[in-house]
């Protein structure tokens, strides 16, 4: 079984501050992907990144960046450039491509973290 | 907006009852999840449909059951319900069966009270 580990409740920064986001994930499967969702007030779903665990190479969206450390499985997500629509719960996910139950198994999540950004 | 549907918005019914929550998938998409996000339990992953069969199952209750039809939609049942089934129920939507880790876009979910 799958575990991820969010190890921030809730931070705090200001707008325009640049942020980061901890996640550690513990799993025996060599083949999985990771993504970071974000959850506004909405309590939408909201996809913010995702990256393949075979690529060295961390994937990037405009202010969103991951650093993924697959010895230390770690997947940290920085906002540069904060902004106060950036305040929402933000998730760490995890997806093996288990082949045992004949298919791909759904989301793992973490706890989340609340993310406020100050004016 | 996902193109992810899910009826009812909320939800509000008492303890041993039945209930249906609805989900249609975004256009093309031939898989849907489902997932329940509790305060207690966090969001947990329940089950998975592909192209009308079951493909992945989660932590989901035995009270609980789900089905995809057809046409694509999946409804998810839950039946003797309890007051620790309130919760938010989402539905996710992606074009494959999740090999190739491809994104899961979620619906607006269902607010789900039990009293």
């Known amino acids: ?119 | 907006d996902s193109g992810v549907t899910q009826t009812p918005k909320h939800l509000i019914t008492a303890t041993g009852q039945r209930v249906t929550l609805r989900c249609s998938p975004r256009s093309g998409d031939l898989s849907v999840y489902w997932y329940q996000q509790s305060l207690d339990q966090g969001l947990q992953f329940l089950i998975q449909y592909y192209n009308g069969e079951e493909r992945a199952k989660g932590n989901i209750l035995e009270r609980f059951s789900a089905q995809q039809f057809p046409d694509l939609h999946s409804e998810l049942n839950l039946s003797s319900l309890e007051l620790g089934d309130s919760a938010l129920y989402f539905c996710a939507s992606s074009f494959s069966e999740g090999l190739a880790g491809e994104t899961q876009y979620f619906g607006p979910g269902t607010r789900l009270l039990v009293l």
């Open chain 1, 1 to 119: 079984a799958q575990t991820v580990t969010q190890s921030q409740p809730e931070m705090s920064v200001q707008e325009a501050e640049t942020v980061t986001l901890s996640c550690t994930y513990d799993t025996s499967e060599s083949n999985y992907y990771l993504f970071w969702y974000k959850q506004p007030p909405s309590r939408q779903m909201i996809l913010v990144i995702r990256q393949e665990a075979y690529k060295q190479q961390n994937a990037t969206e405009n202010r969103f960046s991951v650093n993924f450390q697959k010895a230390a499985k770690s997947f940290s997500l920085k906002i540069s450039d904060s902004q106060l629509g950036d305040t929402a719960m933000y998730f760490c996910a995890f997806m093996a491509l288990s082949y045992s139950g004949g298919g791909a198994d759904g989301l793992t999540f973490g706890k989340g973290t609340h993310l406020i950004i100050q004016p």
